[in-house]
């Protein structure tokens, strides 16, 4: 199977991590998600835009956050033909964070999961609290992150599956976006790291992928998380491409 391209795994993150609200512009699509998670909060940067229609779309763009009540921020990937994207926005008083690293895995060979993990069409209240424990964002966002998760549970454009350990004391999410599966939300409780929760939980929402009809799954991960891509590498990871968010707060 050839790997996905960087543009189709950029389009599937738009459609697997569901927005409140979106808006095309031109090639990208602005996201607007109560502020909960930058993917859900800014442009997607899906095809590079030059000249005087790339400054009108940064523009636009601006506006339009500004009604929000939400900072401008724009998901932008670490490639040549961006460099205009990357002057105008530091130009414009903006600041790189979140520099991240897109990693894809071929499902052909994915043996079947183990046993004794749950597989879910929706989170129960002690999965949620696990996610949200070690994820350790502010509780104000809860409402949000609830409304975003109930999204992915009724979108008509994905399968999302809530996969955990029987005791929750280890989580994640898979969505299955035609041929591709994004992995999210893995999250282990610090008394339960070492025993080969995450592991299993891991290899489920991979073996639940591929039964699914996905044929490549992919996860994103910091650049400078040494530890999560030696992990993701020793699996049959790769890396695709790197993104990293443009915010001005």
Same mark, same amino acid.
């Given at each position: 199977?050839? @790997?996905?391209?960087?543009?189709?795994?950029?389009?599937?993150?738009?459609?697997?991590?569901?927005?409140?609200?979106?808006?095309?512009?031109?090639?990208?699509?602005?996201?607007?998600?109560?502020?909960?998670?930058?993917?859900?909060?800014?442009?997607?940067?899906?095809? &590079? *835009?030059?000249?005087?229609?790339?400054?009108?779309?940064?523009?636009?763009?601006?506006?339009?956050?500004?009604?929000?009540?939400?900072?401008?921020?724009?998901?932008?990937?670490?490639?040549?033909?961006?460099?205009?994207?990357?002057?105008?926005?530091? @130009?414009?008083?903006?600041?790189?964070?979140?520099?991240?690293?897109?990693?894809?895995?071929?499902? &052909?060979?994915?043996?079947?999961?183990?046993?004794?993990?749950?597989?879910?069409?929706?989170?129960?209240?002690?999965?949620?609290?696990?996610?949200?424990?070690?994820?350790?964002?502010?509780?104000?966002?809860?409402?949000?992150?609830?409304?975003?998760?109930?999204?992915?549970? @009724?979108?008509?454009?994905?399968?999302?599956?809530?996969?955990?350990?029987?005791?929750? *004391?280890?989580?994640?999410?898979?969505?299955?976006?035609?041929?591709?599966?994004?992995?999210? &939300?893995?999250?282990?409780?610090? *008394?339960?790291?070492?025993?080969?929760?995450?592991?299993?939980?891991?290899?489920?929402?991979?073996?639940?992928?591929?039964?699914?009809?996905?044929?490549?799954?992919?996860?994103?991960?910091?650049?400078?998380?040494?530890?999560?891509? &030696?992990?993701?590498?020793?699996?049959?990871?790769?890396?695709?491409?790197?993104?990293?968010?443009?915010?001005?707060?």
């Amino acid at each position: 199977m050839s @790997a996905p391209t960087r543009l189709s795994l950029d389009q599937s993150g738009v459609r697997s991590w569901p927005a409140l609200r979106t808006e095309q512009l031109g090639p990208w699509v602005r996201r607007v998600g109560e502020g909960f998670t930058r993917r859900a909060n800014s442009v997607a940067v899906l095809e &590079s *835009v030059h000249g005087e229609g790339l400054v009108e779309l940064v523009a636009t763009a601006e506006e339009g956050y500004t009604s929000d009540g939400l900072p401008p921020r724009f998901q932008i990937p670490v490639l040549d033909e961006n460099a205009e994207l990357d002057a105008l926005v530091q @130009a414009r008083g903006y600041e790189w964070v979140d520099h991240s690293l897109v990693m894809t895995m071929d499902l &052909s060979s994915v043996p079947e999961g183990p046993d004794g993990v749950d597989i879910d069409s929706a989170p129960d209240d002690a999965w949620f609290e696990t996610w949200w424990a070690v994820d350790g964002r502010p509780d104000e966002q809860r409402p949000a992150a609830h409304r975003l998760v109930d999204r992915m549970v @009724a979108s008509p454009d994905v399968n999302a599956g809530f996969i955990s350990t029987p005791d929750r *004391v280890s989580v994640g999410m898979g969505v299955v976006d035609g041929p591709l599966l994004a992995m999210a &939300s893995l999250a282990t409780r610090p *008394v339960a790291r070492g025993q080969g929760h995450a592991s299993a939980v891991i290899a489920t929402i991979l073996a639940w992928g591929r039964a699914s009809g996905a044929e490549h799954g992919w996860f994103q991960v910091r650049v400078d998380n040494d530890r999560a891509r &030696s992990l993701y590498d020793h699996l049959g990871f790769v890396g695709s491409h790197e993104y990293r968010y443009a915010e001005r707060l």
